[in-house]
């Protein structure tokens, strides 16, 4: 990726940090894909560090990247099996990574899963979704945590451009940068969170297949 140098100061203060060596563990390194280990259902792509898993279909890309494939019959605007998971259990951490979808695209990122069986019950979902130049935004639209808080601002870009997403999940409060805005700054997930709701002490992150054609790329965690 090219690191383009801009001569406005005031631009800085929008910009999403670069993506640092430190503390990261990272799936590809631009250089080479992930070693990849098929195990009965499961596909894991291991790398740098870092390994996802899955039942379906993402595939690697001979740019780096993993692209999920729907399988005949499937469809947006349904949840189906073939979820990306990170392999270990997380508490605090960041995760950022980069994804790409079509006009109507429909994903999401998951984090504190402490049950497989359903991220949607058992965890919190960042929504992913195509809504570029929407004005009134709520919870189910791009940047906003499901149930809980709509984003800040509308930091979606055009169907067919890559995005870049970092969550920060510190002491119970999560925040989010889209594309080099802040769409969740500091959301006290823990006071917020839906009633009856668990918010585990630690567990999964995941990438929601959704049956829509969906790209992912410069996936990476680190620990706090």
Known sequence: MKLL???SISFFSFVLPSFA???FASIFNGKEGPKVKKEGNWTTFTGNGMSVKTEGNWKVQSDGSLFLDPRPGEKGWTRYGSYL????????FVFEFEYKHGKGGN???YFRIYD???A????FEVQILDCYGKKKLGQHDLGGVIQTAGPLTNASKPAGEWNRMQLTMKEG???????????QDNMDLAAKKPKGKKLADSGKIAIQDHGQK???RSLRVKKL
């Open 5 to 7: 140098i801009f001569s």
């Open 173 to 183: 409060k999560v925040s989010v940068v889209l594309n080099g805005k802040k769409v």
């Open 107 to 109: 994903s999401g990122l």
């Open 85 to 92: 998971w990170l392999t270990e259990d997380y508490e605090d």
């Open 214 to 216: 969906f790209s992912v």
């Open 116 to 118: 497989e069986s359903d």
């Open 21 to 23: 060596d430190d503390g």
């Open 120 to 123: 949607t019950k058992h965890g």
